[in-house]
């Protein structure tokens, strides 16, 4: 769970973004503090995004998380810079995109990115197969390479079969399917999904984000994952960033939004999550005192309500984790497990075990 | 109280001096350009003259299968098709066959010339607003101007004949392809120009995959409107020597022939219709695969 700290994939700093016809003008006065409201009533210019700073892991989903205004496409849009900052860095690689020229720009997303939209945004008047094969045909590639690894993808995705037909003879599952095999077939390091499947009805919502982790374990590409939904956020992301009023306000993992939720807001949301699929068993176990031998054991890293299940079939009150190796790692009670998987915690109570401590 | 009901017009030695000043400065100009417009011009005059002579000189079987061929491809309805055999039949029986090939080559040439020219302005209007709006105004001057109005300055330039004639149909006749190019690509779905955007493709990558294709049945709505304002404007423009369909029209009126006007004028109503018919079909061929089949 633990690693120590790992490599960074896009690096975002210090970044605003002032939406109006002279946003350099207020740039000051948002660093001095101003509010989104006042900008917007005495400037007539919108805050889109004001100092963010995220370093998104390499090779894991970073999800970004917010309510619908609250700057998610815009913050996306930066790091392809389908949107110019007012002010800031976003660095992948050794490179600062804000930096690059147009043209360097183009090979940047040619090559380093892609991707998914909320609409699909599917070329309408092409088949499947010929809208998987864009990003492949405007970097110049054979035309039967290109189809190679389209279809390769188009397979991987599950839509086999389907290469002849055209997006609107598609559900809208399946549209976003090609939207992603679109996007594979970029083979990129970075694939970027704005609401990717927020469009869509919440079974196949769920099919498509197995899907998605699915394929990640493979993959491995650095994910940034756009939602509104807090659960979506939970189950997808290696870590996560909440965003209100163009400004983070929390950045961690998932596990530690659900337990120590840094605000009112926050907590709000929190309070509707089932907390016994999130929180892992190394959150609740107490250290190790003595070995109680013959005692059940559960795996580190499995989430409450598996544990809970588990020690409830065996009439067991205590159980041992253990890690990877088989190593006892700490000591569980079933009186915890339970009380963690009902109480929602807010931001107050939080603090008053701090204090406490 | 005369100033009251005559009207205070410039009197009449200004207004003889200043009409005269931009006559002689149009006529100086066509004396200094005039040939070099011609020269220009002269791809344009054999490819005319090249399209009158395959539809008139050819063995008139194969011109009208060509032609229902064409209906057929650009339609694929055999209505449309069977309507154009018998349309052309009945031209041919009532001895127009010649005079509406020349018709029908003038409008095909016009129309083409429109498009050749028409869509680039189109395309470089929907980049810029202020192009757009410096182009506009200009767009509504042509289409409200009396066509025949076009006939002087060409026929100053150019003199009489089949070329200043065409020129005449085709500046006529652009103004709508010109429209719906630009309406066409200003319409395109903004998040399908971001995803092309995103995938880095360049500006002409853009234009070729996205602009144009999902512009395109708008364009052909134009190229529709298009034809029917320059197959309008070819008969008007017998009167400076263009021949056709529009010269036993002249005849008529100025001879007070009845039936021969009318045959003449039914004869550019089919054709017409042909023209419609199978550009629109086309143009709804097009935009098949927006149709959602999916329930
Ligand atoms: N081009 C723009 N001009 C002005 N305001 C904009 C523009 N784009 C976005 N905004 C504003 O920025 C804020 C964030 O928008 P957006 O990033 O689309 O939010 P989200 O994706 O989280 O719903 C909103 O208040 C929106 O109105
Ligand atoms: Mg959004």
Same mark, same amino acid.
């Given at each position: 769970m633990a690693d120590p700290a790992p490599e960074i994939g896009i690096s975002i700093r210090n970044l605003y973004k002032i939406f109006g016809p002279n946003p350099e003008a207020y740039i000051d006065a948002v660093r001095q503090g101003m509010s989104k409201t006042e900008l917007n009533d005495q400037h007539n210019h919108v805050l889109g995004l004001k100092d963010i700073n995220i370093d998104m892991p390499r090779g *894991? &989903?970073?999800?970004? $998380?917010? @309510?619908?205004?609250? /700057?998610?496409?815009? @913050?996306i849009r930066h790091i392809n810079r389908l949107i110019d900052p007012t002010v800031g860095e976003v660095i992948v690689g050794?490179?600062? !995109? !804000?930096? $690059?020229?147009?043209?360097?720009l183009r090979e940047f997303r040619r090559h380093q990115t892609a991707m998914v939209f909320q609409k699909f945004a599917l070329l309408p008047h092409r088949t499947v197969l010929d809208n998987v094969v864009y990003g492949l045909e405007i970097q110049g590639i054979p035309r039967k390479k290109q189809e190679e690894e *389209?279809?390769?993808?188009?397979?991987?995705? /599950? @839509?086999? /079969?389907?290469?002849e037909s055209y997006p609107n003879q598609l559900s809208g599952g399946m549209q976003q399917r090609v939207g992603l095999a679109r996007a594979l077939t970029n083979d990129a390091p970075i694939l970027l999904m704005d609401e990717a499947f927020s469009a869509l009805d919440p079974l196949i919502r769920m099919? $498509?984000?197995?899907?998605?982790?699915?394929?990640?374990?493979?993959?491995?590409?650095? &994910?940034?994952f756009i939602t509104h939904d807090l659960d979506e956020a939970l189950r997808l992301g290696d870590r996560i960033a909440i965003l209100r009023d163009g400004e983070v306000i929390q950045q961690s993992t998932a596990q530690e939004i659900v337990l120590r939720p840094s605000d009112e807001y926050i907590s709000s949301f929190v309070r509707e999550v089932n907390r016994g699929r999130v929180i892992s068993v190394d959150m609740v176990m107490t250290p190790l005192s003595e070995a109680e031998p013959g005692a059940m054991t559960v795996r580190s890293g499995s989430v409450l309500e598996n544990a809970a299940k588990k020690m409830t079939e065996k009439s067991a009150n205590h159980a041992i984790v253990i890690d990877k190796a088989?190593?006892?790692?700490? *000591?569980?009670? &079933?009186?915890d497990v339970i009380s963690a998987m009902v109480t929602p915690v807010d931001h107050t109570m939080v603090e008053d075990e701090e204090d406490a401590a | 109280m005369e100033w009251l009901i005559e009207f205070p017009a410039m009197d009449r030695d200004s207004l003889t001096a200043f009409k005269k000043a931009i006559d002689f400065a149009f006529r100086d100009f066509t004396r200094a350009y005039g040939d070099a417009f011609e020269t220009a011009l002269l791809p344009v005059k054999w490819f005319m003259f090249w399209m009158e002579d395959l539809l008139t000189e050819s063995p008139w079987p194969l011109v009208l299968l060509g032609i229902a061929f064409i209906a057929w491809l650009a339609s694929r309805s055999l209505k449309i098709t069977l309507g154009v055999i018998i349309t052309l039949l009945l031209i041919g029986y009532f001895d127009m066959w010649e005079d509406t090939m020349k018709t029908i080559a003038m409008t095909v040439v016009a129309t083409l010339l429109a498009i050749i020219v028409g869509i680039p302005i189109g395309i470089v209007m929907a980049r810029s607003n202020k192009v757009q709006t410096m182009i506009n105004p200009v767009l509504d001057v042509m289409q409200t101007m009396p066509s025949f109005v076009y006939l002087i300055p060409v026929v100053m330039l150019l003199g009489i004949g089949r070329v200043p004639g065409l020129i005449a149909v085709m500046v006529y006749a652009i103004p709508p392809i010109i429209r719906l190019t630009n309406l066409g690509i200003r319409l395109v779905d903004k998040d399908v120009l971001e995803a092309a955007d995103a995938f880095g493709s360049s500006s002409w990558q853009r234009l070729k995959n996205v602009q144009m294709p999902l512009a395109l049945p708008t364009i052909m709505a134009g190229v529709n409107q298009t034809i029917m304002m320059a197959l309008a404007m070819v008969v008007v423009a017998s009167m400076i020597g263009v021949p056709g369909l529009g010269l036993p029209v002249l005849k008529a009126i100025s001879n007070q022939y009845f039936t021969l006007g009318v045959l003449n004028g039914l004869a550019i109503v089919g054709i017409a219709i042909i023209f419609d018919r199978a550009s629109q079909a086309y143009g709804k061929r097009l935009q098949k695969h927006l149709e959602v089949v999916h329930g």
């Open positions: *894991a &989903i970073q999800v970004v $998380m917010g @309510l619908s205004g609250s /700057g998610k496409s815009t @913050l050794d490179q600062d !995109v !804000v930096k $690059m020229s147009e043209t360097e *389209a279809r390769r993808w188009i397979t991987r995705v /599950g @839509l086999e /079969g389907f290469e099919d $498509m984000q197995s899907v998605l982790l699915d394929l990640q374990k493979e993959i491995r590409k650095t &994910i940034v088989g190593k006892p790692i700490g *000591a569980l009670d &079933i009186q | -």
